[in-house]
């Protein structure tokens, strides 16, 4: 399991820092109790200290105050700049990988629920595992020139508190663990259910998913609140050890200064002024703690999330080649070929070259290895041996990214965002005609259809249009962004002959243009469009 120190190691010595702050606000209260002690003791004695001392108090009231803001400030800022990190380091490490390691409602579930645990362990766990090394030794310390058995009580008392967090620790991480797993569970129901609502109604389904869903849910509360009873539970137990020791002081103290006990301090009776410090010592002392297991859940919760962070940093990584970056075209006439190549998968890509204004249809059984050839040919899968050049380069990292800026890639399963139509076929914002790229891409019917037409907003399931429509708008917007070659996964899968033919004419008109164009299809019609035919191998059992 990954540390989560090693989440939180670039904040280290800032957190010392702010550890430090605190622990100085901290020990400053020996001086407030040593002026509230000697106060007391000036009324019963007629002392004339007693302004002096309350001025003592106040202004280092005032400082500790200073002191813990100033530390509470800082540290939450670093808290969230851990979380902050974190999130982009995830979701940088999941925007190049092409295989999907998480769903994205699991990526949703860490990135807004669990990651911001993180927070807590830092803001409030870190802190206090840093004070109570330092604080009650302090504290100790300073009761031992006292009296030697308060300090002997605290001793005895104060290991008790990390010793019973440390024995719940296993069942608390468990528990928190469990809970994690249950929330990216009920993410992954709830984006499941909304994408499928259509067809729930549809089907009369509605019932049955909410009495699953309620299920899901009730087990998520179950879970929570079982890290909420090891939660109350370790702080109800510590509070019974720090009254029990606070107690203990206050007993010997009050029985000291009736002169019951004369054993324990130094030479001369406890005075008053002794033992109002030290029952004023004794709480404080017990605070680390105190803040310790309070925030011992913060501590599960945080190893929970970092577990499952490491599982995702030893699951196999397929890295898209470069970055994703704008940067300009590769520069010269379109120029494709491959040879001997092969992906990580055990996938062989035939060996072929295609030039300018070239069409070519990739064809196999399923399985085979269409799409994956052209993810290949896109760049966004990388090859365990064998080449692919591209216009007299090898396609590799580093122009991986503009050789893309020449081309436009149609999945089978089209993704349109939640923006408006204008701006998914205009993603530059250029303001130019879409009229041309429309209408080649027999698309104008479709946007005068809208109720908004350009302005309308189709969503991220493309709502308001159909399979067929969205690769036809697809389409469009490769003919307007000027690609030179156009990578098609089934553009006709699924599709009726009209809407078919619609599809296959408008490729047809990308190459009359100029355009390369690459599909991969079992459509024998869009085949039959090609210039040629390149077959790829059975895939052996």
């Given at each position: 399991?990954?540390?989560?120190?090693?989440?939180?190691?670039?904040?280290?010595?800032?957190?010392?820092?702010?550890?430090?702050?605190?622990?100085?606000?901290?020990?400053?209260?020996?001086?407030?109790?040593?002026?509230?002690?000697?106060?007391?003791?000036?009324?019963?004695?007629?002392?004339?200290?007693?302004?002096?001392?309350?001025?003592?108090?106040?202004?280092?009231?005032?400082?500790?105050?200073?002191?813990?803001?100033?530390?509470?400030?800082?540290?939450?800022?670093?808290?969230?700049?851990?979380?902050?990190?974190?999130?982009?380091?995830?979701?940088?490490?999941?925007?190049?990988?092409?295989?999907?390691?998480?769903?994205?409602?699991?990526?949703?579930?860490?990135?807004?629920?669990?990651?911001?645990?993180?927070?807590?362990?830092?803001?409030?766990?870190?802190?206090?595992?840093?004070?109570?090394?330092?604080?009650?030794?302090?504290?100790?310390?300073?009761?031992?020139?006292?009296?030697?058995?308060?300090?002997?009580?605290?001793?005895?008392?104060?290991?008790?508190?990390?010793?019973?967090?440390?024995?719940?620790?296993?069942?608390?991480?468990?528990?928190?663990?469990?809970?994690?797993?249950?929330?990216?569970?009920?993410?992954?129901?709830?984006?499941?259910?909304?994408?499928?609502?259509?067809?729930?109604?549809?089907?009369?389904?509605?019932?049955?998913?909410?009495?699953?869903?309620?299920?899901?849910?009730?087990?998520?509360?179950?879970?929570?609140?079982?890290?909420?009873?090891?939660?109350?539970?370790?702080?109800?137990?510590?509070?019974?050890?720090?009254?029990?020791?606070?107690?203990?002081?206050?007993?010997?103290?009050?029985?000291?200064?009736?002169?019951?006990?004369?054993?324990?301090?130094?030479?001369?009776?406890?005075?008053?002024?002794?033992?109002?410090?030290?029952?004023?010592?004794?709480?404080?002392?017990?605070?680390?703690?105190?803040?310790?297991?309070?925030?011992?859940?913060?501590?599960?919760?945080?190893?929970?999330?970092?577990?499952?962070?490491?599982?995702?940093d030893v699951a196999p990584v397929l890295p898209i080649l470069g970055r994703g970056a704008k940067v300009a075209p590769l520069f010269g006439p379109i120029s494709i070929s491959v040879n001997q190549a092969e992906t990580f998968a055990g996938i062989n890509l035939p060996d072929f070259?295609?030039?300018?204004?070239?069409?070519v249809a990739l064809t196999g059984t399923s399985g085979s290895g269409k799409s994956t050839s052209l993810t290949a040919l896109a760049g966004l899968l990388p090859l365990s041996c064998g080449r692919i050049t591209v216009m007299g380069q090898i396609l590799n990292a580093e122009n991986?990214?503009?050789?893309?800026?020449?081309?436009?890639?149609?999945?089978?399963?089209?993704?349109?965002?939640?923006?408006?139509?204008?701006?998914?076929?205009?993603?530059?914002?250029?303001?130019?005609?879409?009229?041309?790229?429309?209408?080649?891409?027999?698309?104008?019917?479709?946007?005068?259809?809208?109720?908004?037409?350009?302005?309308?907003?189709?969503?991220?399931?493309?709502?308001?249009?159909?399979?067929?429509?969205?690769?036809?708008?697809?389409?469009?917007?490769?003919?307007?962004?000027?690609?030179?070659?156009?990578?098609?996964?089934?553009?006709?899968?699924?599709?009726?002959?009209?809407?078919?033919?619609?599809?296959i004419d408008a490729l047809r008109r990308a190459q009359d243009s100029g355009k390369t164009v690459i599909v991969a299809s079992h459509d024998p019609l869009l085949i039959d469009a090609m210039d040629r035919t390149v077959g790829l191998p059975e895939v052996q059992a």
């Amino acid at each position: 399991m990954r540390d989560v120190l090693t989440l939180t190691k670039p904040q280290a010595d800032r957190l010392r820092i702010c550890a430090f702050l605190r622990i100085c606000a901290d020990l400053l209260w020996v001086v407030q109790a040593y002026a509230v002690a000697a106060v007391i003791a000036g009324w019963l004695e007629d002392d004339d200290h007693g302004i002096a001392l309350v001025i003592l108090f106040a202004a280092t009231g005032v400082l500790r105050a200073l002191l813990s803001y100033g530390a509470g400030r800082l540290v939450f800022d670093l808290g969230q700049q851990v979380v902050q990190h974190t999130r982009r380091k995830l979701l940088d490490a999941q925007t190049v990988r092409l295989d999907a390691a998480l769903s994205s409602a699991e990526v949703a579930a860490l990135v807004c629920d669990k990651i911001p645990l993180l927070a807590p362990y830092f803001t409030r766990f870190r802190l206090a595992m840093i004070r109570v090394r330092v604080v009650p030794v302090a504290f100790v310390l300073i009761a031992l020139t006292q009296s030697w058995a308060v300090a002997i009580v605290l001793l005895v008392t104060g290991p008790l508190i990390p010793v019973f967090m440390a024995l719940i620790g296993l069942a608390a991480r468990d528990a928190s663990a469990r809970q994690m797993v249950e929330i990216g569970a009920v993410n992954r129901l709830l984006v499941d259910r909304i994408a499928a609502l259509p067809d729930i109604l549809l089907l009369g389904g509605f019932d049955r998913s909410r009495a699953l869903f309620v299920t899901r849910v009730d087990a998520l509360r179950e879970k929570t609140m079982a890290v909420l009873r090891i939660a109350f539970l370790s702080s109800t137990v510590l509070e019974l050890f720090s009254a029990i020791g606070v107690a203990m002081v206050a007993l010997y103290v009050g029985f000291s200064l009736l002169g019951e006990i004369t054993f324990g301090i130094w030479g001369a009776p406890l005075s008053i002024s002794q033992g109002v410090f030290l029952l004023l010592l004794a709480p404080d002392f017990f605070q680390p703690l105190r803040d310790l297991a309070a925030a011992w859940h913060d501590k599960a919760g945080a190893e929970a999330v970092a577990e499952e962070l490491a599982g995702l940093d030893v699951a196999p990584v397929l890295p898209i080649l470069g970055r994703g970056a704008k940067v300009a075209p590769l520069f010269g006439p379109i120029s494709i070929s491959v040879n001997q190549a092969e992906t990580f998968a055990g996938i062989n890509l035939p060996d072929f070259s295609i030039g300018p204004g070239e069409s070519v249809a990739l064809t196999g059984t399923s399985g085979s290895g269409k799409s994956t050839s052209l993810t290949a040919l896109a760049g966004l899968l990388p090859l365990s041996c064998g080449r692919i050049t591209v216009m007299g380069q090898i396609l590799n990292a580093e122009n991986a990214d503009a050789w893309r800026a020449r081309l436009t890639l149609m999945p089978q399963h089209i993704h349109i965002p939640d923006t408006t139509l204008s701006e998914f076929l205009d993603p530059h914002g250029t303001k130019a005609d879409l009229g041309p790229a429309l209408r080649i891409a027999h698309a104008s019917d479709i946007v005068a259809a809208l109720p908004h037409g350009l302005d309308t907003r189709l969503g991220e399931l493309g709502a308001g249009v159909s399979g067929g429509e969205a690769r036809r708008l697809l389409l469009a917007r490769a003919f307007f962004s000027g690609a030179d070659v156009i990578l098609a996964d089934e553009p006709t899968a699924d599709l009726d002959a009209v809407t078919a033919g619609l599809i296959i004419d408008a490729l047809r008109r990308a190459q009359d243009s100029g355009k390369t164009v690459i599909v991969a299809s079992h459509d024998p019609l869009l085949i039959d469009a090609m210039d040629r035919t390149v077959g790829l191998p059975e895939v052996q059992a």
